[in-house]
């Protein structure tokens, strides 16, 4: 990331590819890695808003308790409810 101060499409671009190695998108934990590196520069309600856009970016899919073909429960459960209460469904 060094030279890319001031460029917030570089920072997406980071997270979206693995922020070097420390998000491993499409498996289990990632989403939950995201917002651990992401809450370091915001606060947390933050940082899952932005680690749900960068989880759409990578997989394709929400976070939520269905990613990665789950059957409705696991680590993206409570994370989703708690999306789920603050975005309005369109």
Same mark, same amino acid.
């Given at each position: 990331?060094?030279?890319?101060?001031?460029?917030?499409?570089? +920072?997406?671009?980071?997270?979206?590819?693995?922020?070097?190695?420390?998000?491993?998108? =499409?498996?289990?934990? $990632?989403?939950?890695?995201?917002?651990?590196?992401?809450?370091?520069?915001? $606060?947390?309600?933050?940082?899952?808003?932005?680690?749900?856009?960068?989880?759409? $970016?990578?997989?394709?899919?929400?976070?939520?308790?269905?990613?990665?073909?789950?059957? =409705?429960?696991?680590?993206?459960?409570?994370?989703?409810?708690? +999306?789920?209460?603050?975005?309005?469904?369109?």
């Amino acid at each position: 990331m060094a030279g890319n101060e001031g460029n917030p499409q570089a +920072l997406i671009d980071w997270f979206n590819n693995g922020a070097d190695g420390q998000i491993d998108w =499409g498996n289990p934990g $990632d989403f939950q890695a995201c917002v651990d590196i992401a809450s370091n520069h915001m $606060d947390e309600d933050q940082a899952h808003g932005f680690c749900q856009e960068r989880h759409i $970016d990578a997989t394709g899919e929400p976070a939520g308790p269905h990613a990665h073909g789950g059957g =409705g429960e696991g680590e993206h459960a409570s994370s989703y409810a708690r +999306l789920s209460a603050v975005v309005p469904a369109y």
